[in-house]
């Protein structure tokens, strides 16, 4: 089984920085695809960032590329992402997934998921 707990959550003022953890246990990370999520009250649950197995593969929102960073070591079995200039309508929970099958934005193909790290940016 896969456990995955995310970290790096917390009020931030719009412009400013956090970078979100999640760290893995259970089976090999490395054949995982990891992606990162987010839902905000009210809304749906919508696909943020993914990062392919060996990290060469990323793919992003647009409305978070430029902004957000996704990254992975696989050593540590940890993926990260690094969110810059923060806007109030980044707040949200924050969650990671991990995918056997392949770097997809599609929330279905996802087999694993976190419980989530709230976000907060004030304006």
């Known amino acids: 089984q896969v456990q995955l707990v995310e970290s790096g959550g917390g009020l931030v003022q719009a412009g400013g920085s956090l970078r979100l953890s999640c760290a893995h246990s259970?089976?090999?990370?490395?054949?995982?695809?990891m992606g990162w999520f987010r839902q905000a009250p009210g809304k749906e649950r919508e696909f943020v960032a993914a990062?392919?197995?060996?990290?060469?593969?990323?793919v992003y929102l647009d409305s978070v590329k430029g902004r957000f960073t996704i990254s992975r070591d696989n050593a540590k079995n940890t993926v990260y992402l690094q969110m810059n200039r923060l806007k109030p309508e980044d707040t949200a929970v924050y969650y990671c997934?991990?995918?056997?099958?392949?770097?997809?934005?599609?929330?279905?193909?996802?087999?694993?998921w976190g419980q989530g790290t709230q976000v907060t940016v004030s304006s």
């Open positions: 997934a991990a995918s056997a099958i392949v770097t997809t934005r599609r929330a279905s193909e996802y087999d694993y």
């Open positions: 259970g089976r090999t990370f490395s054949i995982y695809a």
């Open positions: 990062i392919s197995r060996s990290g060469d593969s990323t």
